[in-house]
């Protein structure tokens, strides 16, 4: 029986050298009193990225990509990647280096000791020895611990320093927190942290590898960020909560059960609780691993309509404008968007959308030149919202410009307020877009992304030209202007 037992743990060893997905089910039982781990198809399949990579970085191949994988909380993201790997990566390549980053120090620091409680627990020790180093001259904090070989498991979190380290591999583990994601400054500091520190902290770039792994939260957070400034550097592994199309790749949803990722861990009815305790936008992110609803947020794409100038009695038109003016030639910052429009039998037509980043003679310039290509008459007129660069441009150009410029009333609600308050009149099918034009696409994306988009000037100009057709009295009942044949 004893030499039974013997061979069977010598057999269940070498299972879990040769394959990581073992071992995490071994090491989970070691730290947690036996417990076992729920396990899943999607377990197993990054468990094989994962170890894909390491053996690539043992052969010195050069990599391919670095890593993007988006998954729900609570799904063993941080226990696959942060905490079991390194233990795994040390019995092959003791000395490996892996650097790891989470949004907060005390996060980084738990992922950190959990990675050394496996490698102090005595079914790792018994196994593969004591691999963390005690001598004299190495370092052996909760923050920084080496192994006999001179590897490393470090840990530091966003807009923390990591001067003096380098690594193999990097990981970075939920670098926002959640309940900050709508913060701009807080997404700009992560993506900056990634982007200006942790990008050059590999040993070897050729070979040495990223890994981002985290829930979605904006369209902008550290996804988003990169895979719009680098999307081909980047394999993206998207696996939302439910079936929706934006799985990557698109292999993966034959796993899926009843639309479901992990029925075990996620069934249905624990979704609906959490739709109701995320919010929509909260569970669109971090659940299904997009910063936008389905088909839209508060407006859908689905609600716009089209139309061409042929339909219009071109003689009774009236072309108004809106302006939510900012000047500024940096990209960066926001831009200045305006929309032409006209009324006709209860319906709203826009005829065009521009968004620019000019400095004010320019901006200036452009108002002028956008009203008379978009059928500016003399019964025109150019609304600019009344915040400090709307109010210095309207000025300039009532001195130097025969145009009908109004201060606009200035907004009292907030912007998600102003959008939902208008949505109605979307949704009814009476917002007309120019059929074809180049602007739609852009204009569409923003509307339906918002309010977790990077911009909302176009947001900001659409509601601001609907409640000009629109009047919201103390009741907020909706009623048309007076004339409503023609505006």
Known sequence: MKQKLRVEKEIRKRQCERDFHAFLLDAYEAIYQGQALDDNW?????????????ERIMLGKPKIKDIIINVPPRSLKSFITTIAFPAWAW?????????????????????????????????????????????ADSINTKEYFE???????????????????????????????????????????????????LSTRLDNPDTGLFIVIMQRLHDDDLTGHL?????????????????TNNI?????????????????????????????????????????QSPTLSGGGIVKRAWFKTFSLKELPEDRAVWNFVVDAAYTKKTYNDPSALIAFCVHQNNVYIRS???????????????????????????????IEPKASGISAAQQIKASMNLNIILDESPKDDKVTRLSEVSP????????????AGWVDSFLEEVELFPNGSNDDQVDCLSMLLRKVLKINSKARYTFLQNPTMQ
């Open 42 to 54: 999607h377990i197993k399949y990054l468990c094989n990225i994962m170890q894909a990579e390491l």
């Open 91 to 135: 019995i092959h390549k003791p000395s490996l280096k892996v650097i790891a980053s989470s949004y907060s120090q005390d996060l980084s620091l738990k992922h950190n000791v959990l990675t050394k409680n496996i490698l102090e627990s005595s079914w790792y020790v018994n196994q593969w020895g004591n691999l963390i180093s005690s001598s």
């Open 147 to 197: 192994s006999t070989s001179k590897g490393i498991r470090a840990c530091t979190s966003t807009g923390g320093t990591v001067t003096g380290l380098g690594g193999d591999i990097i990981i970075v583990d939920d670098p926002i927190n959640p309940k900050k994601a709508t913060s701009d400054v807080e997404r700009q500091v992560a993506n900056e942290f990634f982007d200006r520190t």
């Open 227 to 243: 895979m719009k400034l680098r999307p081909l550097d980047f394999t993206h592994i998207c696996i939302p909560a439910e079936l």
């Open 248 to 288: 990557l790749p698109e292999e993966l949803a034959h796993y899926y059960t009843d639309n479901l990722f992990f029925q075990k861990r996620f069934p249905q009815d624990y979704l609906n609780k959490q739709k109701i305790a995320l919010g929509s936008y909260g569970y669109a992110g971090q659940m299904l």
């Open 353 to 383: 959308v521009s968004r620019v980043w000019y400095e004010l003679p320019q901006l200036i310039r452009h108002i002028r030149t956008f009203a008379y290509e978009n059928g500016y008459t003399y019964k025109s007129k150019i609304y």
């Open 425 to 436: 009149i979307i949704e009814a099918g009476r917002v007309h877009l120019l059929f074809n």
